[in-house]
């Protein structure tokens, strides 16, 4: 059962994550694209980069989470 509460809390932070860096990405794009005057380019690929950095995000925060529960039982 514990387990079960362990892989729970790994995919909602992973989720998490790539919300964040979503939100950021979009943000970021869109503010290049207002700049350059070309916003149908620049918000995708913010949203890309950003997905690419939620899922980093997500994964170090799984990392940690693992190496702080090895050693209990």
Do not use: F, R, Y
Not at 2 to 25: D, F, P, T, V
């Amino acid at each position: 059962m514990n387990e079960n509460n362990k892989n729970n809390n790994k995919k909602g932070n992973n989720k998490s994550g790539l919300a964040i860096g979503m939100c950021i990405g979009i943000a970021i794009g869109a503010a290049v694209g207002v700049a350059t005057k070309n916003i149908g380019l620049w918000i995708p690929i913010g949203l890309a980069i950003g997905v690419g950095l939620g899922c980093a995000m997500g994964h170090n925060s799984n990392n940690d989470d693992e190496d702080k529960t090895d050693g209990q039982v």
